[in-house]
């Protein structure tokens, strides 16, 4: 585990130019450390979630360096990219999780990365990621739901769901990309507190984008600003309150 402060994520002049000419994103900077937990607001459009989706390299940026852990993910082909994504774990709006299986099979399908053969090719999963993926649902509080289908779970339970599955990919980053949007105001705390707790406990460096600027104050230590492909702000999460972050937000979603 990385120590306090120790960058994990570094992003420098981070580009991505669309075939029709559009800039999505113009030279972003931006760095994340070990324990902290950095909130990007921005409007639709503003290209917050292409930033994260050209971090995880689920897109290609056109420019730019991303180092993950020391490895520049936009430089990296082939195997080497995929063996260094790794470190880099994505939750999105919906937990996308497979509803007729089990909640413990759906975690475990987090760490099929790491065995490729023909086995995880058809999905079966490894009978060793069975307790790790146990342990991963104690540290969401839902490891007596283990045997339960997926499709029966709440909102806010699919998604702490999809957290344990981040966590079985073993990532030190992880990047979410509005994770509370379709949960309700309680299910988006115990979220939020969750991501906050993986990046204080286990030392992860998580990056994630919200449309709320009352839970970028609250959970975040940095909230930053994006706006057509910028970046407007970037400022420590305690220097300000909440109706700052509010007016900020309104500022650059105007």
Request: glycine share 10%; proline share 4%.
């Amino acid at each position: 585990m990385a120590g306090p402060g120790h960058t994990l994520l570094d992003i420098r002049n981070l580009s991505m130019r669309y075939a029709n000419g559009k800039m999505a994103l113009n030279g972003v900077d931006l760095s994340v450390a070990a324990g902290e937990i950095v909130i990007v607001l921005g409007s639709n459009g503003s290209g917050k979630s292409t930033m994260l989706r050209c971090v995880s390299r689920l897109q290609d940026p056109t420019g730019g360096s991303i180092e993950v852990a020391g490895n520049d993910l936009a430089r990296l082909k082939g195997g080497e990219l995929r063996r260094a994504r790794m470190a880099v774990a994505m939750v999105f709006q919906h937990a996308n999780l497979v509803r007729r299986r089990s909640v413990l099979a759906n975690v475990c399908t987090g760490a099929l990365g790491h065995h490729r053969n023909w086995a995880t090719a058809l999905g079966l999963v490894p009978r060793q990621e069975m307790g790790k993926a146990l342990d991963y649902l104690e540290a969401v509080g839902l490891s007596h739901l283990a045997g339960q289908r997926a499709g029966t779970l709440s909102g806010g339970q699919a998604q702490r769901v999809a957290i344990s599955r981040a966590l079985a990919q073993l990532p030190k980053v992880i990047l979410a990309d509005e994770p509370v949007a379709s949960l309700d105001p309680q299910a988006a705390e115990e979220v939020m507190g969750l991501l906050r707790r993986l990046a204080k406990d286990e030392g992860m460096a998580v990056l994630c984008v919200l449309h709320q600027p009352e839970l970028a104050a609250r959970y975040g230590d940095r909230v930053v600003g994006i706006q057509a492909g910028s970046l407007m702000f970037d400022m420590p999460a305690n220097q300000v309150s909440p109706e700052r972050v509010a007016t900020l937000y309104n500022r650059i979603a105007a």
